[in-house]
Each structure stands twice: as C-alpha cells, then as structure tokens.
C-alpha cells in the first residue's frame, strides 16, 4: 500500500530531522497566493519553473484551476491570504493538457454509476440544486478557464483594489510559462 511507503519514509524524515530544512514561518515570503491545478505533473515542475521555494507562497489547487463562483472554498482560501497572510498578489496558472479541459459529464456520470454511484444519489445531487453538469464541466481552452478564474478573483467585491491577479499558463511538458494577463 502506498500510504505504508508514506508512512515508513516520514517517520525517517522526522527522526533524521529533515524537516529543519524546510522551517519558515506562516507568512509567505513574496507575498503570493498561488492558485493552480491540482496535476500530479505539477508537483515540483511548477515550483522549480518559477523558482518558488518552501514558504515563498500560498499554494492553493483543485481540479482545473478553476473558479465558477466568487464564494467557494478556492475564493475563501485567497481572501485568507490576502487579509491574515499578508499576501498582496494572486497568481492564477493553469496548464496545457488538463484533464478538466472538455471533460465529458456525460461519461463521468456512467463513471460514477459503474463505481458503485447509485443513480438515486447523482439525481438527489439534482434535487438538492446541484447542477452535476455544471459543476464537473470543464473547459475548452485553458487561456479561457484562466482568464474566468482571473475575473472573478479581480472582480470579487471583498477584493482589496491593490492586489494584482495575473493569469498564466505552463506546459507541463517543458516548464514554459506563458503569460495569458498580468496587471501593472
């Protein structure tokens, strides 16, 4: 199992003390809230293509790098680290190849249903004001979901108007990192 491989390596990290490499306080050195996807290619790729180190910025992921609603828990997450983090700039970055990128919900829904998902449950989902289309449906250009992710945040009215929100996007392949918008 794969969390015993976890479990066995960190109990060596904390005896050996590694961890006293990585000790930084709460407050993020560039004072940076990064949003990202939460692709397992991105892991260390994308802290080494812009040279961010442990305790440089706030971290924060999901499917897709993407924001739909100026109140979810991505949303609250920023405005955290905005207002007690002390951080002053938002970076959005999402990637090429992104498996949120024309997700068929239809498909994902049969998904569901051969993995033991009753049909009752996904409709009470319904039911209960959940739109499952709307929620799990991706996009069809990742400089698209970066740029509506990027808008929200600009335009969320708890927003300071000094905090700069820029938009990138990286290719997981290679590191490159292209700039989709960026404010002065």
Do not use: W
Not at 48 to 53: D, E, K, T, V, Y
Not at 116 to 138: Q, Y
């Amino acid at each position: 199992m794969h969390l015993d491989e976890m479990l066995a390596h960190n109990k060596q990290f904390v005896a050996e003390k590694q961890y006293e490499d990585y000790e930084t306080d709460t407050f993020p050195n560039k004072k940076m809230v990064v949003f990202t996807c939460m692709d397992s290619r991105l892991v260390e790729l994308l802290n080494r293509a812009l040279n961010i180190q442990n305790g440089d910025v706030k971290m924060v992921k999901n499917a897709g790098a993407i924001i739909r609603k100026p109140f979810d828990s991505i949303m609250k997450s920023i405005l955290v680290a905005i207002f007690k983090l002390k951080a002053d700039e938002v970076v959005v970055i999402g990637h090429h190849g992104c498996g949120m990128s024309n997700v068929d919900t239809e498909a994902l829904k049969n998904t569901m249903v051969e993995r033991g998902i009753s049909e009752a449950a996904i409709n009470n989902l319904t039911h209960g004001g959940i739109n499952l289309d709307e929620e799990f449906h991706g996009f069809t250009t990742v400089e698209e979901s970066v740029m509506q992710s990027v808008n929200i945040i600009r335009n969320h009215p708890l927003l300071p108007k000094e905090i700069k929100v820029h938009g990138l996007v990286i290719d997981p392949g290679t590191g490159k990192v292209d700039v989709v918008t960026r404010e002065q």
